[in-house]
């Protein structure tokens, strides 16, 4: 039997889903939520593009495709994890580029993998707390430029590497990906199996043309490998969707982490280049504007984990942040779990206990790609994509982070 404080919820439509979906003045809405095609680093269509004119291509598309003057923005934050030369100045310029004036300040933010969910929240943030009315939320990645040795420092504090858990930020991330499998039982054919679904969902998705409205074609030189001539060609499908993948095929593959391992090139996500932007606004001020409203930002939340472990983040920040709106799981339409390795994706939807058919439904990470900053932002084009699609309402985003955290947002759909 319902309690009474549940019944007059109901009667009040005081529910914590109502209060989810309903509308107010004060709300943070989402105008415009864009991203780049994400591609192969190294191979694909960006392998020749430097991040900050993937990021000025997205960013001048989102304020285009709202319609904003870009001089009206309080802020803009943007999600790098692998920046050149400190960060800011990239993305600084990539803004300036874009054609938005220099009277408008940027930053970069880096929360690993969940950079650019960071930088929604921050804006967000800025716009409940009234230190801006409008703002952007981004991440850019190009792990073509900016991904392997060269990123890494010359060493790190022998004391500071004396505590376990300091020492265990420096694993590499398959190797946490073999812990997650190996101390929660997630066999290799599980992973498997997850990770064919990943790429048939994706495929399936690309063949019905179901990214069209969230990608921004990008126009760029790319130098042909087998010629080694340069040529222009238009970015505008996700170069690392593979038709044809099964459980099968993978199974061939050899682990790349250890050995005896289950963790190998299938069942993990791909090292990508990409960009995404969130125009966030508080909602009278887009309405005074005229602007379109597509989505509502609820709530994020975040948490630590044992960095030994750091893949099972999601599992402990989507409890978090529907606890903090007091929605349950059934509230939830869908699901974007960022797919890091199939191992720590297969145990947060296990431990959630949420049906795997209610995550990303359109593919992800292990398909699409892992740009690490853009991710976070992906995410939130991706799932109002998928929101206008199937009519879903509300839709938690979630990623692990390297070091052992967790990040979770809920947003609700207005399309």
């Not at 050149?84 to 408008?104: D, Q």
């Not at 991904?147 to 300091?166: H, I, Q, R, T």
């Not at 020492?167 to 499998?181: F, H, K, Q, R, Y």
């Not at 679904?197 to 179901?210: C, D, N, T």
């Amino acid at each position: 039997m319902a309690s009474i404080t549940q019944r007059i919820q109901n009667l009040t439509g005081t529910s914590p889903k109502a209060r989810a979906l309903a509308q107010h003045d004060d709300d943070v809405v989402i105008v415009v939520a864009v991203r780049s095609a994400i591609t192969k680093a190294k191979k694909g269509g960006f392998k020749d593009t430097r991040p900050e004119e993937i990021l000025s291509g997205v960013l001048r598309a989102a304020y285009t495709k709202a319609g904003v003057n870009p001089a009206i923005f309080g802020d803009i934050t943007v999600g790098n994890v692998l920046p050149a030369g400190g960060g800011a100045t990239a993305a600084r310029m990539a803004a300036l580029h874009a054609g938005i004036p220099n009277t408008v300040p940027i930053s970069t933010v880096n929360r690993q993998c969940a950079s650019g969910l960071q930088a929604v929240n921050v804006i967000a943030s800025e716009i409940i707390s009234g230190q801006i009315d409008i703002g952007i939320g981004a991440g850019v990645e190009s792990m073509t430029f900016g991904y392997g040795g060269g990123a890494m420092p010359d060493g790190f504090s022998e004391a500071v590497l004396s505590n376990k858990e300091a020492e265990d930020c420096l694993l590499p991330m398959g190797i946490t990906s073999e812990n997650v499998a190996a101390d929660f039982g997630i066999s290799r054919q599980v992973q498997d199996e997850f990770a064919a679904k990943s790429f048939q969902k994706a495929a399936a998705a690309q063949k019905a043309g179901k990214f069209k409205d969230e990608i921004v074609p990008l126009k760029v030189k790319w130098v042909d490998p087998k010629t080694e001539q340069e040529k222009e060609i238009v970015v505008e499908n996700d170069d690392g969707v593979r038709d044809g993948v099964t459980a099968e095929s993978l199974a061939k593959l050899k682990p790349a982490f250890k050995r005896d391992g289950s963790t190998h090139a299938g069942n993990a996500s791909q090292v990508s280049d990409g960009a995404a932007a969130v125009i966030l606004a508080r909602r009278s001020t887009a309405k005074k504007l005229g602007l379109p409203i597509v989505g509502k930002f609820v709530a994020a939340s975040y948490t630590g984990v044992p960095p030994r472990i750091m893949g099972v983040g999601p599992a402990y920040a989507i409890p978090k942040v529907l606890e903090l709106t007091g929605l349950s799981k059934e509230d939830i339409d869908f699901y974007e779990i960022n797919e890091a390795f199939a191992s720590q994706a297969v145990y947060s939807v296990q431990v959630l206990g949420i049906p795997f058919e209610k995550v990303n439904l359109n593919g992800g990470a292990i398909a699409i790609g892992h740009p690490l900053g853009c991710t976070g932002a992906r995410q939130v084009a991706t799932g109002l994509n998928i929101a206008k699609q199937t009519g879903g309402k509300i839709f938690v985003t979630s990623m692990c982070i390297g070091s052992g955290m967790g990040m979770a947002a809920v947003f609700v759909s207005e399309q």
